[in-house]
């Protein structure tokens, strides 16, 4: 028999571990051993046993054959990786910056196998002329056990395992002994463990409304006349989204592939999955982070064994083993939920781009507030655009109004309600309609602002908020320029400056105070860390159950709610001052989003904006629900500034324990990269200069060009492969990042 040899990637995430290491495979695994199967292999000089992935097949090898150590074992309880993952690995550790490792685990969401649930029965095997005589036999040789299971199975002629077990006693060897004897037989059914409800009474599709249908017919004649694209789908906030991902879905599944669709976890609700269960029964399957191991194991099972045609999750969801994939749908596309903040700190967006084109599948972006990047990549023949311009049913969009906080302090207004939010609110509690309150909390960094006048302390070099520390210190964590913090409003003298803050708690004891009859129900971090807790607090208010829902961006996501016509946005600022350059962007999502939520129904719905800066683009835009306006102000600042998409950002990270050597080798780092010819800010200290004794630094880089800093990120782990850098020193690589640092 001919030689065989693997390449394996040992199971380390150590950067001067981050290449294949040989070893032959014994005869005894030649028939068994696969691409993508975890293997267990003596390891370094002590031929320590270690874990490894198998990467690669051959019949030869580049090393000396007589000094290549042997494969121990194939590691059974583990899952594997689909080969075709591998590939996907191999290319997001290229373009994001990782080990080879540590991208195999990011698309092997699911990696132990854990034991399967499963009914099992007895089955009587013989006729009922021969079981009588065999029953007087075992009395008569006084075999009792074996007489009360053939009694048993004479009158039922199959008892489930449980029955013989404990209710008959009967020993396992008894049971195995009858079935060697061909008496009898065990079956064993296999189930999934189920993560959520049974689906109910599937239910007709809707008629879809002329621009629903367009973008439906346009899909199904590109898929059939195989041609795969990724399409955004821009439609305004309650224009029907679902349905046209919903026809398209039914249209891949007819082709006999299957779907994968994202949802930022915080929207990936009963009330959303029910939507698609609805539609299409138990083809679906949900994934996520609240399941359990075995939940997990099985919805990861089902996909690989085509017994389920429709994946639903967060980001994870995009690296279900589906056989045939045909398409990929990213709900929400906006949301920086689709980037991982771990290394790998790849997007979802790009990652199932490339994984559909290596499976020959389209892909839909869908969002009322897209990002950025995908509308310039729509409007530059990237993707494919479409646009859904009225809400679904004719609904009309609802009446949007901006109070100037500022104005309601002059008034003597000190409420954290202005006067015509609360008075609606009365109007609401009175007529039995539904309030939702929500809190901007969303990228709070402790800017500062004065309460009087409403401006905002910003950095004189970036254009973007200074950061309050608690040394008195208001500090830029993106050039690092520093000054004492302000006493007094340098735009109107005021001494009310202080960093802004509220939580739903204050706001929660407020609306008791206020309006003591109320039934408030909240939700945010603190409420939903159970299991089902979304699931319950939704249902509750859906039901009735309530007359106001308080809570922080969790409540703005895809939900309907029918009574809901008011909503209110207690402090739209917030997030408009986080420092970070995507705070205007976030602000507008944020404000559309939850305007959205009024009105859905029959009765038509206001929104109440409160704001200290009540001029500000993003808040006017968001009032209007005018995309197009936010898109056309907001790519000109990106521009002028040179931020993503208009270019592109490496951010490099540093942390050490030797806060002098961290910042000299950052420098040195951010001197390589000037040589370069690109543009390089920094280094300055992060947001949070130390952590847990690890001091923090960064490295901004930029260019027109992504493949140039994916190059420049190349030459950088080269040199600190070479000079052994990461032995003392973490560094990390984030592209286009969607939070500050």
């Given at each position: 028999m001919e030689a065989l040899y693997a390449d394996i990637i040992i199971n380390i995430s150590h950067e001067a571990l981050d290449r294949v290491f040989g070893y032959k495979v014994p005869f005894s695994l030649v028939s068994e051993i696969r691409v993508g199967q975890q293997v267990v292999v003596p390891f370094g000089r002590s031929n320590k046993e270690q874990k490894g992935y198998?990467?690669?097949?051959?019949?030869?090898?580049?090393?000396?054959?007589?000094?290549?150590?042997?494969?121990?074992?194939?590691?059974?309880?583990?899952?594997?990786?689909?080969?075709?993952?591998?590939?996907?690995?191999?290319?997001i550790r290229k373009n994001y910056g990782s080990t080879m490792i540590q991208a195999l685990k990011t698309v092997l969401p699911v990696q132990d196998k854990v034991a399967r649930k499963a009914h099992k029965h007895i089955e009587l095997c013989i006729d009922s002329v021969h079981g009588p005589a065999l029953l007087s036999e075992y009395l008569g040789k006084h075999y009792v056990a074996k007489a009360r299971l053939l009694a048993a199975l004479l009158d039922h002629q199959k008892i489930p395992w449980e029955m013989a077990s404990k209710d008959l006693k009967i020993p396992r060897s008894t049971v195995e002994g009858m079935e060697r004897d061909g008496i009898l037989r065990v079956v064993t059914e296999y189930y999934y463990r189920n993560p959520g409800s049974n689906a109910g009474q599937k239910k007709p599709p809707k008629v879809l409304n002329p621009q629903q249908r367009r973008l439906a017919d346009?899909?199904?004649?590109?898929?059939l006349q195989g041609q795969r694209k990724t399409y955004l789908l821009h439609g305004v906030t309650g224009s029907g989204k679902t349905e046209v991902y919903l026809a398209a879905i039914e249209e891949v599944i007819r082709q006999g592939r299957q779907v994968i669709v994202l949802i930022p976890e915080i929207a990936l609700t009963y009330?959303?999955?029910?939507?698609?269960?609805?539609?299409?029964?138990?083809?679906?399957?949900?994934?996520?982070?609240?399941?359990?191991?075995?939940?997990?194991?099985?919805?990861?099972?089902?996909?690989?064994?085509?017994?389920?045609?429709?994946?639903?999750?967060?980001?994870?969801?995009?690296?279900?083993?589906?056989?045939?994939?045909?398409?990929?749908?990213?709900?929400?596309?906006?949301?920086?939920?689709?980037?991982?903040?771990?290394?790998?700190?790849?997007?979802?967006?790009?990652?199932?781009?490339?994984?559909?084109?290596?499976?020959?599948?389209?892909?839909?972006?869908?969002?009322?507030?897209?990002?950025?990047e995908s509308y310039k990549n729509a409007l530059d023949g990237r993707y494919r655009l479409w646009e859904l311009t009225k809400r679904a049913k004719e609904?009309?969009?609802?009446?949007?109004?901006?109070?100037?906080?500022?104005?309601?302090?002059?008034?003597?207004n000190r409420s954290m309600f202005s006067r015509r939010l609360k008075s609606l609110m009365e109007e609401r509690l009175n007529r039995g309609e539904q309030i939702m309150l929500f809190l901007n909390r969303r990228g709070y960094a402790g800017f500062v602002s004065c309460r009087s006048c409403g401006h905002v302390i910003e950095c004189p070099h970036c254009d973007v908020s200074m950061t309050y520390h608690r040394d008195g210190t208001?500090?830029?964590?993106?050039?690092?320029?520093?000054?004492?913090?302000?006493?007094?409003?340098?735009?109107?003298?005021?001494?009310?400056?202080?960093?802004?803050?509220?939580?739903?708690?204050?706001?929660?004891?407020?609306?008791?105070?206020?309006?003591?009859?109320?039934?408030?129900?909240?939700?945010?971090?603190?409420?939903?860390?159970?299991?089902?807790?979304?699931?319950e607090i939704l249902s509750a208010f859906s039901n009735g159950e309530a007359d106001i829902l308080v809570g922080t961006q969790m409540i703005v996501k895809g939900h309907d709610f029918?009574?809901?016509?008011?909503?209110?946005?207690?402090?739209?600022?917030?997030?408009?001052?986080?420092?970070?350059?995507?705070?205007?962007?976030?602000?507008?999502?944020?404000?559309?989003?939850?305007?959205?939520?009024?009105?859905?129904?029959?009765?038509?719905?206001?929104?109440?904006?409160?704001?200290?800066?009540?001029?500000?683009?993003?808040?006017?835009?968001?009032?209007?629900?005018?995309?197009?306006?936010?898109?056309?102000?907001?790519i000109s600042y990106r521009t002028m500034l040179q931020y993503?998409?208009?270019?592109?950002?490496?951010?490099?990270?540093?942390?050490?324990e030797d806060n002098a050597r961290v910042k000299a080798l950052?420098?040195?780092?951010?001197?390589?990269?000037?040589?370069?010819?690109?543009?390089?800010?920094?280094?300055?200290?992060?947001?949070?200069?130390?952590?847990?004794?690890?001091?923090?630094?960064?490295?901004?880089?930029?260019?027109?060009?992504?493949?140039?800093?994916?190059?420049?990120?190349?030459?950088?782990?080269?040199?600190?492969?070479?000079?052994?850098?990461?032995?003392?020193?973490l560094v990390n690589f984030d592209f286009n990042p969607m939070n500050s640092y």
């Open positions: 198998v990467v690669r097949l051959s019949s030869d090898i580049d090393y000396d054959k007589s000094k290549v150590k042997e494969i121990l074992r194939i590691e059974t309880n583990h899952v594997g990786v689909e080969s075709k993952m591998i590939e996907l690995a191999a290319w346009e899909f199904r004649e590109d898929f009330q959303t999955v029910t939507r698609f269960t609805e539609r299409f029964g138990d083809k679906v399957s949900i994934l996520n982070s609240r399941l359990s191991k075995g939940e997990k194991y099985d919805q990861w099972l089902r996909a690989k064994n085509g017994d389920a045609e429709i994946m639903i999750g967060p980001r994870s969801a995009l690296f279900v083993p589906f056989p045939n994939l045909g398409l990929i749908i990213i709900d929400e596309e906006h949301e920086g939920s689709y980037k991982s903040e771990q290394t790998p700190k790849y997007h979802a967006r790009e990652v199932a781009i490339e994984k559909a084109r290596m499976e020959n599948a389209s892909v839909i972006l869908g969002s009322a507030t897209p990002s950025l609904a009309v969009m609802p009446q949007v109004y901006i109070e100037d906080l500022r104005e309601e302090l002059k008034c003597g208001l500090r830029c964590h993106y050039c690092g320029y520093e000054q004492p913090m302000v006493q007094r409003c340098p735009e109107c003298g005021s001494p009310y400056v202080a960093a802004f803050g509220l939580g739903t708690q204050k706001v929660e004891a407020a609306l008791y105070r206020e309006f003591p009859k109320a039934r408030v129900l909240r939700m945010d971090m603190d409420t939903t860390r159970k299991k089902h807790s979304h699931e029918a009574n809901v016509t008011l909503v209110g946005i207690l402090a739209a600022d917030l997030s408009l001052h986080a420092n970070d350059y995507r705070a205007g962007e976030r602000t507008f999502q944020l404000l559309t989003q939850a305007a959205g939520r009024a009105g859905r129904g029959e009765k038509t719905g206001e929104v109440v904006i409160q704001t200290y800066s009540p001029e500000h683009y993003s808040i006017v835009t968001a009032a209007k629900q005018d995309y197009h306006a936010f898109y056309k102000e907001e993503p998409p208009v270019w592109q950002m490496l951010v490099v990270f540093l942390s050490g950052a420098g040195t780092m951010a001197e390589m990269v000037r040589h370069m010819d690109l543009m390089v800010i920094g280094p300055s200290e992060a947001s949070f200069g130390k952590i847990n004794d690890q001091y923090r630094w960064v490295i901004y880089i930029k260019n027109k060009n992504y493949d140039t800093l994916v190059q420049a990120k190349d030459r950088l782990e080269e040199w600190i492969d070479q000079n052994n850098i990461r032995k003392n020193v």
